[in-house]
C-alpha cells in the first residue's frame, strides 16, 4: 500500500484560516479512498477546539533541536473520519490565539518542519511521499535531506511540494539559517534559499521537492511569468518539468444542498425551484425586501485587494442601478469593509454588509444568491466558485488560475455553460458581464437551465486524488 504523509499548517475540521485548510479536510479522504494510507501533520494550536482535544491519544514525547537548543516535542494522534491525523505539541510554539501573525513565526515554523521528520520512528509510519503544502511546511522537506538522509529509514522517503498561494513565502532574517535550521553557508545562495539577503521557506520546497505542484493547471502556467511569479518565476521555469498544476476539488459530502442542514430549504438540481425560497427566507432574515424577481449577487470572501474589490468599488453605483440585491460576508481591509458599510446604510433595500464570518450564514448565502462575485486580480484555485456551483448559484469572475479552468463560460448559441467570464481587469468588464448576467436572468427558463448545470459539474476530490495518486507512483 502507498504512504503518504501531508504536512500542512492548517486542517478542517480542527483550525482553518482558508482553502488550504479545506484541502486538508478532504484530500487525504479522497486519497485513502483509492487504497493510499494517506494521514495528515498539523500544530497542535490553542485554538483547535476542546471536544477534539479531550480525544487525542499521546503518541510520543520527544526533543527536537531548534539551533543549540532542544525544543520540547509532543505529538498527538486523533482519527477523524477514516484519516489519522498527527499533532505536533509545543505550547510555547502553539499555544497561542490565532496561527500566524506573530513576530517569531520563522522560529515556530521551523521547529514544526524539523519535529516533522523527526517524529517519524516515533509515530511507526514510514512514508512512500511527504507531502508538504505551502512555505510553513516547505522546510521539512529541506530538513530530510539536510539532517535525516544518512539514515536508512529515510533514504527512500520522496517529497512533493504543493503551493497554495506563491504571494506568501515566509520570508526571514538570514540568521534563521544557522540558529533555527543548522544549515550551513551552502543554503545561502541563489540556487538554494537565499532571497534578496533573506532565507525563503518556499523557496526551499520548490528547490529541493522532488516534485512540485499547484492548485490548478492555469496558475501553473501563470506563475512561470514575472506578473504571477512573485520573484520566484525563475525557478519555477527551471523546474517546469516537474512542475504540475491539479485542480483543487470540494467535499461534496460537505457541500450538498440536498442534506446542508444550515439551509432553510433543501434541494438538488431536479428540485432547482425550492432554491428560491431560500432566497426570500434569507431576504426575510437580513431585512431585505422579500421577492423571487430581484437577482441576489454574493460575495462571500476576505476583503482584500487581491479579490478584486477595486473592481467593486469602481463600478459599485452602477452595479446597485441594475437593481440587484448585494449580500456580502466577510472581513478585511479597513476600507472595503467601510465600503460596504456604507452602500448598505445608504442603500439598506438593496445591501447587506455582514462584516463578519459565519459559516452557516454563508451556506445560506450560497443557496440563496443567484449570482457569486469573484472577479480576483489572480486566483490559484478558488473554493468559493466551486461552492457557489455546488448550490446552483453562477460565478462572475475575471478569467485567472483556476477561475478559468472552472468556469465555463455561457455559450448563447449552444446554451452550454455554468457562469459568466470576464478577461481584463478592468471594472467596466466587470460591469458589463454583470449586465449581461443580470439581464439573462429575466429569461427564467434558460437560467434555470443554467443554475442546473452548474449544479451538475463534478467538482469533488476523485479526480483529482487519482492525479495525485499517479503523481505519488511516478515519484
Known amino acids: 500500500m502507498l504512504k503518504v504523509l501531508l504536512v500542512a499548517a492548517e486542517a478542517v475540521p480542527f483550525v482553518k484560516t482558508g482553502g488550504l485548510a479545506d484541502v486538508m479536510g478532504s484530500l487525504p479522504k479522497a486519497l485513502r479512498n483509492l487504497g493510499i494510507d494517506a494521514r ?13 482535544k479531550e480525544e487525542f491519544e499521546r503518541v510520543a514525547e520527544l526533543t527536537v533541536p531548534v539551533g543549540w537548543r532542544n525544543q ?63 512555505w510553513h511546511a516547505a522546510m521539512a522537506i529541506v530538513m530530510m535531506g539536510a539532517h535525516h538522509r544518512q539514515d536508512p529509514f529515510y533514504a527512500n522517503i520522496r517529497t512533493m511540494f504543493t503551493i497554495h498561494n506563491l504571494k506568501y513565502q515566509g520570508v526571514f532574517a538570514p540568521d534563521v539559517l544557522g540558529e533555527l535550521l543548522s544549515l ?43 506578473w504571477f511569479g512573485e520573484q520566484l518565476d525563475g525557478i519555477l521555469r527551471k523546474r517546469q518539468d516537474e512542475l504540475h498544476g491539479i485542480l483543487n476539488g470540494i467535499d461534496c459530502e460537505l457541500y450538498n444542498p440536498a442534506t446542508d442542514p444550515a439551509l432553510f430549504i433543501n434541494y438538488t438540481w431536479r428540485s432547482i425551484k425550492r432554491k428560491q425560497r431560500n432566497k426570500m427566507k434569507l431576504q426575510e432574515l437580513l431585512g431585505l425586501p422579500v421577492s423571487e424577481s430581484i437577482p441576489m449577487v454574493a460575495i462571500v470572501s476576505r476583503l482584500v485587494e487581491a479579490k478584486g474589490l477595486d473592481l467593486v468599488t469602481g463600478v459599485l453605483d452602477e452595479l446597485l442601478d441594475l437593481n440587484v440585491q448585494l449580500v456580502i460576508l466577510g472581513t478585511g481591509d479597513e476600507k472595503y469593509e467601510g465600503m460596504f458599510r456604507v ?63 472552472t468556469v465555463t463560460p455561457y455559450d448563447q ?14 471594472a467596466h468588464d466587470l460591469l458589463r458581464t454583470l449586465e449581461d448576467a443580470v439581464a439573462l436572468y429575466e429569461q427564467p427558463e434558460v437560467w434555470t437551465k443554467l443554475a442546473q448545470q452548474a449544479m451538475r459539474q463534478d467538482f469533488s476530490w476523485g479526480r483529482s486524488a487519482t492525479l495525485y495518486r499517479d503523481l505519488y507512483q511516478t515519484l
Not at 553557508?185 to 518556499?202: D, I, Q, R, S
Open 343 to 405: 452602500a448598505g446604510h445608504q442603500r439598506p433595500n438593496q445591501v447587506s454588509a455582514n462584516i463578519f464570518f459565519d459559516e452557516t450564514l454563508a451556506r445560506r448565502i450560497y443557496a440563496a444568491s443567484d449570482l457569486f462575485l469573484m472577479p480576483s486580480q489572480f486566483e490559484p484555485c478558488g473554493i468559493g466558485q466551486l461552492i457557489a456551483m455546488r448550490y446552483g448559484s453562477l460565478p462572475v469572475v475575471r478569467e485567472t488560475g483556476g477561475l478559468r479552468d
Open 40 to 52: 495528515v501533520i498539523i500544530p497542535k494550536y490553542g485554538d483547535i477546539p476542546g471536544q477534539f
Open 184 to 226: 550551513g553557508p551552502e543554503y545561502f545562495t541563489a540556487e538554494t534559499l537565499e532571497f534578496h539577503g533573506a532565507v525563503n521557506y518556499m523557496k526551499g520546497g520548490l528547490v529541493f521537492a522532488d516534485a512540485v505542484t499547484t492548485v490548478s493547471p492555469s496558475y501553473a502556467m501563470e506563475i512561470q511569468s514575472p
Open 72 to 134: 520540547y516535542c509532543g505529538v498527538e494522534a486523533y482519527t477523524c473520519d477514516g484519516v489519522p491525523f498527527y499533532f505536533i505539541d509545543n505550547e510555547y510554539y502553539f499555544r497561542r490565539a490565532g496561527l500566524y501573525g506573530y513576530y517569531d513565526d520563522g522560529e515556530r515554523f521551523a521547529f514544526f518542519s524539523r519535529a516533522v521528520p523527526a517524529i517519524l520512528p516515533h509515530i511507526d509510519f514510514q512514508p512512500d511521499v511527504l507531502h508538504c503544502h505551502d
Open 413 to 426: 448559441t449552444t446554451g452550454a455553460g455554468c457562469g459568466f467570464r470576464f478577461t481584463n481587469y478592468n
